[in-house]
Structures are given as C-alpha cells and as structure tokens.
C-alpha cells in the first residue's frame, strides 16, 4: 500500500495534482474540506461536532477532524493506497496519521510538497477566486492569512517527515504536466 501526503500553500496545485495521481496510481484521495463537507451536509455525529465549534467562530479540534479521517480511511478497506490532501496539517494530526495507520497494516510512504512563491501563488488564488467564487480566494488579505497560517502550523511537518527521510520538495510552479511529471518522477522512485 503506498500512502501519500501532498501539502503546500494554498494556490499551490495540490487538487489539480491530486486527480493525475489518484488515476496513476489507483489511490483513494481523501481531501479533508469534501471529508468536511459530507459529514457537515449529512449531519453526521462527527459533523455535528464540528459544527458547534464552527458556528463559534472556532478552528475544529484535531480529534474531530482525525476522527473523521479515520472514519473515510475505513471506508476502503481494498485500496491500493491513500492520497491525502490537507491532512495532516499540523504537529498533532501527522502524530495521529502515523499512530492510526499501523492499526491497518500501513504506513506513510513519502509527503510530496509543491513549493512556490508567494506572490506567485496569490496572483494564481485571485484569478483562481474570479471563476470559483469561493471568497477566500478573492481578498487579497485573507490568502496572506491562510499563509500566516501554513508557516506557523503546517511547516513544521516539513522537520518531522525530514526526520523520518519521507519528506520530498517538488517545484510547484510550471505547467500542469511539469509538475506532475515532477511528481511521478519522485513517487516512482520511492
């Protein structure tokens, strides 16, 4: 079974990315926000959980957001494998990723994550926001904020995969294909 996590900064190509590798590889991709989104629209437990905290304006505790991961991993007993975007996305999550995994049989393979610039990546959100109409993308402001965010909370797993000799940097910017070139190359090679 080959488990992969893609990160990078918002804007970065992590879910143009995640539909070429799902295909090559015949992996399931786990995306946190639709994981989110099913279990907030189908009112499930965990959703529930996670709408109190939502609806006060809070981030949703790690345990709700792990446990509903866990509960999508368990789904797919028969996969070949696990693409995950957006998780983990901090110290904790990637803690819990690496305790949970083993209860099946599995590991993490390799962390792949799609750097880039900055300001290359706010231009490519703000067009992005102009055809998505999602309003996190269109306010200049709140895109520096997600960043903020990234580098307080998600880079530091950069050090814990390196630590573990999982962690592999992949140039995000160039064309569609570039990049996934840059990406098979490396998974190919694990």
């Known amino acids: 079974m ?39 629209k189908n009112d ?12 006060n304006g ?6 709700v957001t792990t ?6 991993v368990k789904k797919h007993p028969d ?3 696990f693409l995950f975007d957006g998780y983990p996305r901090t110290l904790n999550q990637a803690e819990a990723l690496d305790a949970f995994l083993p209860t099946i049989g599995s590991s993490v393979t390799a962390t792949i994550a799609l750097e880039a610039d900055d300001e290359i990546l706010v231009k490519r959100l703000l067009e992005r926001g102009k055809t998505s109409g999602r ?8 895109i520096r904020v997600r960043y903020q965010e990234y580098n307080e909370k998600t880079a530091p797993l950069i050090g814990y995969y390196k630590e573990q000799n999982k962690f592999h940097a992949v140039d995000g910017i160039g ?5 996934t070139q840059r990406l098979t190359s490396v998974i190919d090679n694990l």
């Open 2 to 40: 080959i488990n992969i996590v893609l990160f990078g900064k918002p804007g970065a190509g992590k879910g143009t990315q995640a539909e070429f590798l799902k295909e090559k590889y015949n992996l399931t991709h786990l995306s946190t926000g639709d994981i989110f989104r099913f279990n907030l």
């Open 44 to 55: 499930t437990e965990l959703g529930k959980k996670a709408r109190v905290f939502m609806d």
């Open 58 to 63: 809070e981030l949703v505790p790690c345990e």
């Open 175 to 179: 064309t569609v294909e570039q990049i």
């Open 67 to 72: 446990a509903m991961l866990i509960d999508e």
């Open 79 to 81: 996969t070949a494998g």
């Open 135 to 142: 309003a996190d993308d269109q306010d200049e402001s709140k």
